[in-house]
């Protein structure tokens, strides 16, 4: 199996910025395909952005194009979100997951492992 931790979610007004890491281990971090997700109360975990293994595919929400930056660092077994412009509307518990082979990228059922998530409140 592989574990996933995220950090580096907190408190950010309304244009500011963080950066989310997502540690992993167990299993070889480079062959699989990692994504976000973020959860608001009341609301279906939703997707973020995805990377292949390689880093050479990459996939955003429309919500969050031009804001937010995938990247991976496999000899780090890390994965980060760089998050800026943010909106109150991005307030949520992120979540890391990883899934093996070609998925769809922006459903949750297709990853087969998920992190405990990060809380993101961004104030207005």
């Known amino acids: 199996q592989v574990q996933l931790v995220e950090s580096g979610g907190g408190l950010v007004q309304a244009g500011g910025s963080l950066r989310l890491s997502c540690a992993a281990s167990g299993r070889t971090f480079s062959r699989y395909t990692m994504g976000w997700f973020r959860q608001a109360p009341g609301k279906e975990r939703e997707f973020v952005a995805a990377i292949s293994w390689s880093g050479g595919r990459i996939y955003y929400a429309d919500s969050v194009k031009g804001r937010f930056t995938i990247s991976r660092d496999n000899a780090k077994n890390t994965v980060y979100l760089q998050m800026n412009s943010l909106k109150p509307e991005d307030t949520a518990v992120y979540y890391c997951?990883?899934?093996?082979?070609?998925?769809?990228?922006?459903?949750?059922?297709?990853?087969?492992?998920w992190g405990q998530g990060t809380q993101v409140t961004v104030s207005s």
């Open positions: 997951a990883a899934a093996a082979g070609g998925v769809v990228v922006s459903r949750t059922g297709e990853y087969n492992y």
